[in-house]
């Protein structure tokens, strides 16, 4: 049987961090989706259709990715997918109580959900989507922290010089 993972998130925008961790789920697994949530209480950056393009443009070299989107509750996605597999990236100690507490209420929702932890490389550990947005609303670079394809879209949005 074929093991579909689910790596879901905002990805407003996709950092190197995130592309690193679809990058090593796909060393795991056999399938993985990046599903980006479709939340309209969160107010984004960019639209769902912006970040689904950055993530395709980002990923397009792995062939077992791919990408999609979702609302409502995530156990009910993977239910859907037929997926028991969710990632979750882990930057630092901060995140793992947030992420300890999803991890148990998806697993109350879904019995058979297994979230699997996984760390990006060192240089990506305090790198984040909201401090990104800001270095390039304030016209600094942002090539270092994000794949080709989205400092693109960050520049056309922000105005970037750089």
Do not use: W
Not at 97 to 124: C, I, S
């Amino acid at each position: 049987m074929s093991q579909i993972a689910v790596y879901p998130g905002s990805f407003d925008p996709l950092t190197k961090g995130h592309l690193d961790i679809v990058q090593r789920a796909c060393r795991l697994f056999d399938h993985v989706i990046v599903a980006v949530s479709n939340n309209a209480a969160k107010k984004a950056t960019f639209s769902v259709a912006e970040r689904i393009q950055m993530v395709e443009a980002s990923i397009r070299d792995l062939p077992n990715a791919d990408v999609d989107t979702f609302a409502g509750l995530l156990v009910d996605y993977l239910k859907a997918k037929k997926s028991r597999l969710l990632i979750r990236g882990l930057r630092a100690v901060s995140d793992m109580e947030y992420e300890f507490q999803l991890a148990d209420m998806n697993r109350r929702l879904y019995r058979e959900v297994e979230t699997v932890f996984l760390m990006p490389d060192e240089q990506y550990t305090y790198l984040s989507s909201s401090v990104v947005k800001e270095v390039c609303q304030r016209g600094a670079s942002v090539d270092a922290f994000v794949p080709p394809p989205v400092a693109r879209m960050m520049r056309r949005r922000f105005g970037s010089k750089r």
